[in-house]
């Protein structure tokens, strides 16, 4: 048996040039569908930490001492400094048969520095970065940072 073909040279076809053959092409087209899946977000969190910190103060301290002189002079005297001591003298008059000046006495303030440590509380402030991506069932989940190698 011979196998047929349609494109055989004895054709019964009366108009054979008149013959069409279809050609078939494929195209193809692209296209996009945007769909939402879910979302990143990124927020600013501060952390506040309550310190106790340590600072070297100076107090400046008045010495005051109280010096008895009772001891005539001829004239008042302004107040003095004698090195770091401020001396103010202090006068009483005295009626006796003559009047006479006498310094009755001598009031010395002194400064002193103290250095006293003293305890203040700071409050310091620290941001961090929190990653969070939306699912897509709505749920936000927290993105871990990656780890420097």
Request: proline share 7%; hydrophobic share 35%.
């Amino acid at each position: 048996m011979k196998p047929s073909s349609s494109f055989s040279s004895k054709s019964t076809d009366p108009h054979p040039a008149s013959r069409a053959l279809p050609v078939i092409e494929e195209q193809l087209e692209l296209g996009k569908h945007v769909q939402d899946v879910g979302g990143v977000r990124v927020r600013i969190e501060v952390d506040e930490q309550v310190h106790d910190v340590v600072a070297e103060g100076a107090v400046e301290e008045t010495i005051v001492e109280r010096v008895s002189v009772n001891q005539p002079v001829a004239a008042p005297r302004a107040p003095w400094r004698d090195g770091e001591t401020l001396v103010v003298p202090v006068y009483e008059e005295e009626i006796v048969l003559e009047r006479r000046l006498v310094l009755k006495e001598e009031v010395r303030l002194t400064k002193r520095r103290v250095m006293q440590p003293s305890v203040q509380q700071a409050t310091v402030r620290r941001e961090r970065v929190v990653v969070e991506r939306q699912t897509s069932d709505g749920v936000w989940r927290r993105v871990e940072p990656l780890s420097d190698t």
